[in-house]
């Protein structure tokens, strides 16, 4: 029904980052598979994917949303699919520059990463109870990503309420879901954002420049 592959990611620069084992994964039922896109362990983009047709059919794209418009149409279909396998080759490169979307300064449209994290688990709870807990790690993951968005490319007053709700729902995830779900260096982040801003804005500068 799907059929994945891996994308490398090529900067202005010239440099490109493709990381690639040639191994390739059948799944005959789409728990696994759901779990590591919950987690995002696959990429969320439409574009690694190649999708049978009648199934390509039976969902769509939110009209007015622009962030993770794929990840919210990939979970749909993801529930619906049967056999799935994945090749660890790198197919498409994804060209990273300043005017992409993802990279765009803090403004409401990122509220979109709030609503399709929450849709997700939602959907999970209410029709697979045993993928809640990936769920919620997947909102986590999503919103700190908010949070740390907000921090770096935005000022104190955006989407005050927003931000404050984000923090909340970030506190009172249970600690067993992060520390088991979470790699450890996003469960590093969620436990430093617990002890303030403060630390977890020094925190994002540790961090980003360990990535440069």
């Given at each position: 029904?799907?059929?994945?592959?891996?994308?490398?990611?090529?900067?202005?620069?010239?440099?490109?980052?493709?990381?690639?084992?040639?191994?390739?994964?059948?799944?005959?039922?789409?728990?696994?598979?759901?779990?590591?896109?919950?987690?995002?362990?696959?990429?969320?983009?439409?574009?690694?994917?190649?999708?049978?047709?009648?199934?390509?059919?039976k969902a769509r794209f939110e009209v007015g949303?622009?962030?993770?418009?794929?990840?919210?149409?990939?979970?749909?279909?993801?529930?619906?699919?049967?056999?799935?396998?994945?090749?660890?080759?790198?197919?498409?490169?994804?060209?990273?520059?300043?005017?992409?979307?993802?990279?765009?300064?803090?403004?409401?449209?990122?509220?979109?990463?709030?609503?399709?994290?929450?849709?997700?688990?939602?959907?999970?709870?209410?029709?697979?109870?045993?993928?809640?807990?990936?769920?919620?790690?997947?909102?986590?993951?999503?919103?700190?990503?908010?949070?740390?968005?907000?921090?770096?490319?935005?000022?104190?007053?955006?989407?005050?309420?927003?931000?404050?709700?984000?923090?909340?729902?970030?506190?009172?995830?249970?600690?067993?879901?992060?520390?088991?779900?979470?790699?450890?260096?996003?469960?590093?982040?969620?436990?430093?954002?617990?002890?303030?801003?403060?630390?977890?804005?020094?925190?994002?500068?540790l961090f980003t420049r360990e990535a440069s």
């Amino acid at each position: 029904d799907i059929s994945m592959v891996k994308e490398s990611v090529r900067y202005a620069d010239g440099t490109e980052v493709a990381e690639q084992t040639g191994e390739l994964t059948v799944w005959e039922d789409n728990a696994p598979i759901l779990s590591k896109f919950l987690l995002e362990q696959i990429s969320m983009g439409i574009y690694t994917k190649l999708i049978r047709r009648s199934l390509a059919v039976k969902a769509r794209f939110e009209v007015g949303r622009r962030i993770n418009e794929d990840k919210g149409y990939l979970f749909e279909i993801f529930s619906q699919a049967q056999r799935l396998c994945y090749l660890d080759v790198c197919k498409y490169a994804y060209i990273r520059n300043d005017s992409s979307c993802s990279l765009a300064p803090f403004s409401e449209k990122y509220l979109d990463m709030l609503y399709f994290a929450d849709q997700i688990r939602e959907k999970c709870a209410e029709n697979m109870p045993q993928l809640l807990p990936c769920a919620e790690a997947g909102c986590v993951i999503t919103y700190l990503r908010f949070l740390q968005t907000a921090l770096m490319w935005g000022d104190s007053c955006q989407l005050a309420k927003e931000r404050k709700e984000a923090e909340r729902y970030l506190r009172q995830v249970p600690d067993r879901v992060c520390r088991t779900y979470l790699p450890k260096k996003l469960y590093v982040k969620w436990r430093i954002f617990k002890l303030g801003r403060l630390p977890f804005r020094l925190a994002l500068k540790l961090f980003t420049r360990e990535a440069s």
